[in-house]
């Protein structure tokens, strides 16, 4: 037990495992060692342990209850709810088996059902760890910040010192644009670990998102410093780095995060295009195909990934991905725009004339497009246009 709370799950199975030899009938032994092996992904040796449980005593409770957990990760919800009802037939009210049956809805985006059965799990237990952080996360997917917010501060109530929590409620914060009150949490967690790096990064991303370009810069070199591996660093001092005009050590910087960029779809479409601006072209390419592949109905990765193409020089390819953005996203101004140039370089002018004039239609203020289409010639015409259905009243152009 000791070892499970210091992580050390491994080896918390070997000294389990001894203890069974002394008494192969002990069901808190076996319900250990089915908790263990699943923190640690062996979920067919965790569901013998639980499944042996059930033989020498049905009416163990925790045998059930965890395996919610077991099916939950194996992708088995059909399962989960299974052992949930199981679990209550036992133990009617059960707040572990409310958590951990909302984590399964949650899984399968029944999100509002899931904040129901944490917060369930709340009114039988008000102290349960973890269930506000939860409700905040969920809350927080769902775009409803304020009620995030909430949350995490009763989290926070009953242990302000948590550094996960810290963190997350700064990076919300940051989000709500509350940048002071994002700054005091990122500082709690530096007086517990002074070199701790995701609060630096925060405090990294918050100097960016207020517009001081120095102090986020010393705030990501320090995160590299502490953890040269960690995820985004190298992206955000990247993105500084260009915006300072230096973009060629934005570029090495860039490329150093390629090692590390993961499958976050976000994450891959920011450093796609901070790729491009740095003019990594093969590498923005690269890495927009991945999220391509993990995101295909994104209209942002295609039309990115044209760009790609367009800066080197394959016009057709670049024109292929511009339309399939605009098949996902028909209202798509810098799509038209990139259209319209690419056809003005390959000669026809009157394809041009068309994406453009939808183009300004969609984006009038837009200097680039105005500028395009005053090339083209189509801006006196389509104001006059504009200018002639307003009086008369009718539908404006698609």
Known sequence: ?????????????????????LDPDDVEILNALGVDYTRLGAYEKALEYFEQIEQMDPMYEPGYCNRIVTYTEMGDHEQAETMFYLARQVKEHCPLCLYNIASSLSERGQF?????????????DPEHPQAHVRIAETYWALGDRERAHKHYLAELRADPGDIDTLLDLGHLLTEMERYDDAAEKFRR??????????????????????????EAEQQFRLVLRIDRHYRGAHRRLGEVLLRQGRTDAAGIHLLAELRHAGEDPNALLELGQLLLEAHKVKQANAVLRKLLTLQPDSPAAAHNFAVSYFMMGDLAEGIRHCRRALKLKPDYPLALYNLAMAHVQIGQTDRARRYAAKAITLAPSDEQIRALAGRLGIVGFWAGLKNRLTRHDRPAVS
Do not use: N, S
């Open 1 to 21: 037990m000791t070892l499970d709370a210091l992580g050390a799950f491994k080896q918390a199975i070997l000294a389990y495992r001894h203890a069974l030899e």
């Open 112 to 124: 509002h059902r899931a904040i129901a059965c944490w917060q369930q799990a709340l009114t039988l």
């Open 189 to 214: 967690v530096l007086e517990q670990e002074p070199d701790h790096a995701g609060a630096h990064f925060g405090l990294g991303e918050l100097a960016l998102a207020q517009g001081r370009p120095d």
